[in-house]
Nanobody
Framework: VQLQASGGGLVQAGGSLRLSCADS????????MGWFRQAPGKEREFVAA????????SYADSVKGRFTISRDNTKNTVYLQMNSLKSEDTAVYFC?????????????????WGQGTQVTVSS
């Protein structure tokens, strides 16, 4: 599994961004995928996760109703659509992969991580 995140950038509050995370491997469909974020001086925190077949999703309360996680197993890619962005969403966003379907909101559950993409929301 080799994850490459992209799509970050600078956006005004209230705007939208879509992050992508592509896996160059051949077993993407085996992995539960998650998005996490880390703001300066803060710990990495859970944002969203999606099951192997995209039937189950979970979200942090802080993004529920604004962010949507999805995946396309034919393209080995997971997405994070972020709408109604707020300044507090500013962080480096990481995608991650795990074969486990338990504790998917925990950093330690994930075995593989992408390099991160910066999202900056200006107020």
């Amino acid at each position: 599994v080799q994850l490459q995140a992209s799509g970050g950038g600078l956006v005004q509050a209230g705007g939208s961004l879509r992050l992508s995370c592509a896996d160059s491997g051949h077993t993407f469909w085996l992995y539960y995928m998650g998005w996490f974020r880390q703001a300066p001086g803060k710990e990495r925190e859970f944002v969203a996760a999606i099951s192997w077949n995209p039937g189950l999703t979970s979200y942090a309360d802080s993004v529920k109703g604004r962010f949507t996680i999805s995946r396309d197993n034919t393209k080995n890619t997971v997405y994070l659509q972020m709408n109604s962005l707020k300044s507090e969403d500013t962080a480096v966003y990481f995608c991650a992969a795990t074969k486990s379907g338990y504790y998917v909101d925990q950093v330690n559950t994930y075995d593989y991580w992408g390099q991160g993409t910066q999202v900056t929301v200006s107020s």
